[in-house]
């Protein structure tokens, strides 16, 4: 199973990977995540994708600032399971400097997202951006 696998590699690489069953839970542990760790100014341009998480109550502290920010909530483009590396594009609204300079970078991703090599996620990008591949990606 891919997730299983990208959760190995993942891992393996020092990321810490955690499965919810839903939104919900997603904002659980979003939540206890920024409880525990005290984290006060979270950066993230996914304007789209927090607006929709209000129905579950999550409206964490957003700043602009990168720089002095405590984390990073960011989406990708895909999963990588043979890997355990995630793709981001310059096209997603954070970009991937949130991934570069923040001290913690969160990565929310679906199950939907997961390919097995980094030749299907980079087939997958050129299908989403219409052949072209978005100027900067990486893993």
Known sequence: ELTIEFAEKFTELLGKFIYCSDEGELVKQLTQLIGTNKWTKIYSRET????????????????????????????????????????????????????????????????????YDLKDALLALREKYNGQLPSFYGC
């Open 48 to 115: 789209g994708w927090l607006d929709d998480m209000k129905e579950y109550h999550f409206d964490p502290v957003n700043t602009d600032d990168l720089a002095s920010c405590d984390a990073a909530i960011t989406l990708c483009d895909h999963l990588v399971a043979r890997t355990g590396t995630i793709v981001l594009s310059s096209q997603q609204l954070s970009g991937r400097a949130a991934s570069v300079y923040a001290p913690i970078h969160v990565c929310i991703a679906y199950s939907s997202q997961l390919v």
